[in-house]
Nanobody, 125 residues
Framework: QLAESGGGLVQTGGSTRLSCKAS????????LGWFRQAPGKAREFVTA????????ISADSVKGRFTISRDNAKNTVYLQMDSLNPEDTAVYYC????????????????????WGQGTQVAVSS
């Protein structure tokens, strides 16, 4: 089970941090990702982090602005979002995918087994 928190209304240029806490499974066995879905658009990949946290990938649209991190001791993954703009407005979802690899990262949503309910981020212009 994954539960996101954080988000809300942010001004353009501002920052916010999302958290996603997992329960019920061995957190460190999973690659973790963040996806988002804007109104009227398909869900899109944002960023992902490997089991150990040593490897990350990000969509070009968020590179240099968003940072993913994880704390396996706290069963939590974070998304630090800086320099926000209205195009970042969306519902943000965390997801977990099982993998035997410590370094594997994945951008395809079809490779994620578990999803949170989502949290809304709205960026005002």
């Amino acid at each position: 089970q994954l539960a996101e928190s954080g988000g809300g209304l942010v001004q353009t240029g501002g920052s916010t941090r999302l958290s996603c806490k997992a329960s019920g499974r061995t957190f460190s066995d999973y690659v973790l990702g963040w996806f988002r879905q804007a109104p009227g658009k398909a869900r899109e990949f944002v960023t992902a982090i490997s089991r150990t946290g040593g490897h990350t990938i990000s969509a070009d649209s968020v590179k240099g602005r968003f940072t993913i991190s994880r704390d396996n001791a706290k069963n939590t993954v974070y998304l630090q979002m800086d320099s926000l703009n209205p195009e970042d407005t969306a519902v943000y979802y965390c997801a977990a995918g099982s993998t035997p690899s410590y370094h594997y990262v994945e951008s395809s949503p079809s490779n994620y087994n578990y999803w949170g309910q989502g949290t809304q981020v709205a960026v005002s212009s």
